[in-house]
């Protein structure tokens, strides 16, 4: 500053933080200086949020305890990186509204039959200002196709009947 005297500090936002950011608490703080004297103005900004909510399904019925990795970088700069799993509904609600708006990857891991299920891929979730995101994620089983062909000695091969069954993988 040139000299000692009263001084208003004011915290401006630009049009793109404000997309991004809460309006500061404090805008303006009035400070005096004397000669010689230093002082310090802080002002405190927090990033706006959003809320989270999964819904799993599965044709198995299995939605229970199912692992999710959510993971990426807020608009402003900040990494985020949590994971969790799923309640007896297949569902998982994050409602603190503490993740900042950003798109984000959300990735299912650890099934435990991988090989029964059509390969999921990583789903973009994207977070907005006070508002609460939902995904569905759905596990389709594999469908798998059989043939049987029934070769005899004596060449009798119609109206056999065959069990076919399904041993757990």
């Given at each position: 500053?040139?000299k000692?005297?009263?001084?208003r500090e ?6 793109e933080?404000?997309?991004y950011?809460?309006?500061p ?7 005096v200086v ?6 310090t ?10 809320n ?5 399904t599965?044709?198995d ?7 999710f990795e959510?993971?990426g970088m ?6 985020v990186?949590f994971?969790?799993s ?7 609600f994050l ?9 984000y990857?959300?990735?299912e ?10 390969e999921q ?20 089983n ?22 076919v069954?399904?041993?757990?993988l």
């Amino acid at each position: 500053l040139p000299k000692a005297g009263a001084y208003r500090e004011t915290e401006i936002l630009s049009e793109e933080q404000k997309l991004y950011w809460q309006e500061p608490e404090i805008l303006s703080q009035d400070i005096v200086v004397g000669d010689n004297e230093h002082k310090t103005v802080s002002f405190s900004n927090h990033e706006k949020y959003g809320n989270f909510k999964v819904k799993k399904t599965a044709d198995d019925g299995f939605v229970e305890g199912v692992n999710f990795e959510f993971f990426g970088m807020s608009y402003t700069g900040y990494q985020v990186f949590f994971t969790f799993s799923t309640d007896a509904n297949g569902e998982y609600f994050l409602d603190t509204n503490k993740i900042p708006l950003g798109e984000y990857t959300l990735r299912e891991y650890g099934t435990k039959s991988p090989n029964l299920y059509v390969e999921q891929h990583d789903i973009t979730v994207k977070i907005e200002d006070g508002k609460t995101t939902q995904v569905n994620v759905h596990n389709e089983n594999v469908k798998r196709k059989m043939q049987i062909i029934k070769t005899s000695d004596d060449g009798i091969v119609e109206g056999i009947e065959f069990r076919v069954s399904c041993a757990a993988l």
